[in-house]
C-alpha cells in the first residue's frame, strides 16, 4: 500500500489533526498524498539520452535535465487527452510521485507567435479541457492551467476576450469539481508583464478562488524573488488567500530582458516545497521542459518551440 492510500484512509484524522497539529497536511493535499514530484521517463530531453547515448553531451544532460522532475505539457498534440492525461498520472501515481501538467489548448493560443495553435473552437475548447480532467479523477496531481491566456488577454480581439475569460473558467470549475485531489493553478504572467492588480482583476474574473491558486514565470527567466515579490503583490490585490508557484527551470541566471532562447541563462532550483521561499508559495516548479526551444529566433537559430535541443541544454547547465 502506498503512502496515497494511506494518506486517503486517514484523511479525517488528518482534516481533524489541523486543530491541534502546527504541520498536519490539510485534506486533499496532492503533496501530502505523495512522496516527491515526478520524473517523467518520456520527456523530450530524457528521449534524447536514449536516442543518443554516444553524444558526448548525454551522461551531462541526463544527470542535470533528464532525471529531474518537471511538467510535460498537454495541447493540441497530445491525441486524445482523456487518455493521454490518465496514462501520465497513472503512471505517477503508480510510483507513488505528484506529477505536474500543463494545459496549453486554448484557442488563439499564443497570439499567432511561435506557439500558435489551440482548439479550433470554444466548444472544442471544452470538451478538450473537460476530458483532461476525467483524466486526472481523484488521483494526486498539479495542474498548470494555460500559460500566457490571461496575460496576453490584450492581444485578442475584443470580441473574443469575453470568451476567452469564460472558457479559463470553466478550466477552473472543472477541475474544482472533478478533481478533489489536484491542485490547479492559473496562469498569471511573469515578475514585470502585467501590473499586479490587473492580473489579480483578471484571476478573480475566471474565479481563481475556486482552485489552489495562479502560477507565475512560466516559461521564464526572472529570478525567484522577483516572482516573490510580484505573486505577493497579486496575492494582497486578491479577495481570496491564492497560494502560487514559481516556474524556475531556467531562472538561474535572472532575466536579461529576452524571452526567446537567450543566452546566458542557467537552470534554477528543481522542483521542491518553496515554503523555504515564503509561505506564500506552494512550490518551485521546472514548468518549462529545460532545453526546449521557446521558437525560431534567440542564441540558437531554427528549432520550433518545444523542440528540444542539446545545445540549448548544455547551455542552460553550463549558464552560458
Not at 522532475?69 to 490518465?86: D, K, L, P, T
Request: aromatic fraction near 8%; include cysteine.
Amino acid at each position: 500500500m502506498n503512502r496515497r492510500h494511506l494518506i486517503g484512509a486517514a484523511v479525517a484524522l488528518a482534516f481533524v489533526a489541523t486543530c491541534t497539529t502546527a504541520h498536519a497536511a490539510p485534506a486533499g493535499s496532492p503533496v501530502a498524498m505523495t512522496t516527491g514530484f515526478y520524473v517523467d521517463p518520456n520527456s523530450n530531453p530524457a528521449t534524447w539520452v536514449r536516442d543518443h547515448p554516444s553524444d558526448t553531451a548525454a551522461a551531462t544532460i541526463r544527470t542535470n535535465i533528464a532525471e529531474k522532475a518537471g511538467g510535460r505539457w498537454f495541447g493540441n498534440w497530445s491525441g486524445n487527452i482523456q487518455q493521454a492525461v490518465s496514462q501520465f498520472v497513472g503512471a505517477a501515481d503508480t510510483a507513488d510521485k505528484l506529477p505536474i501538467l500543463v494545459a496549453y489548448n486554448i484557442p488563439g493560443r499564443d497570439c499567432g507567435g511561435d506557439s500558435s495553435g489551440g482548439a479550433g473552437s470554444p466548444e472544442a475548447y471544452r470538451t478538450w479541457i473537460s476530458q483532461f480532467a476525467d483524466g486526472i479523477g481523484n488521483r494526486p496531481a498539479v495542474v498548470i492551467i494555460e500559460p500566457d491566456a490571461l496575460a496576453q488577454l490584450d492581444c485578442i480581439p475584443a470580441e473574443v476576450k469575453q470568451t476567452r475569460l469564460d472558457l479559463l473558467k470553466y478550466a477552473v470549475n472543472e477541475f474544482a469539481s472533478k478533481n478533489p485531489n489536484t491542485w490547479a493553478y492559473m496562469d498569471g504572467g511573469n515578475a514585470t508583464w502585467i501590473e499586479a492588480g490587473e492580473m489579480a482583476r483578471r484571476l478573480n474574473l475566471v474565479e481563481v478562488s475556486k482552485i489552489r491558486g495562479f502560477a507565475l514565470n512560466t516559461s521564464n527567466y526572472y529570478t525567484t524573488a522577483q516572482s516573490v515579490t510580484k505573486g505577493n503583490a497579486i496575492r494582497a490585490a486578491l479577495n481570496s488567500p491564492a497560494q502560487f508557484v514559481i516556474d524556475t527551470s531556467r531562472n538561474g541566471n535572472g532575466s536579461n530582458g529576452q524571452w526567446c532562447n537567450p543566452a546566458g541563462r542557467k537552470l534554477g532550483d528543481t522542483s521542491r516545497d518553496g515554503s523555504h521561499v515564503s509561505g506564500t508559495v506552494d512550490s518551485l516548479l521546472w514548468l518549462k521542459v529545460p532545453g526546449d526551444s521557446d521558437g525560431d529566433c534567440g542564441s540558437v537559430r531554427g528549432i520550433p518551440a518545444g523542440t528540444f535541443s542539446p545545445v540549448l541544454a548544455t547551455n542552460l547547465i553550463r549558464g552560458s
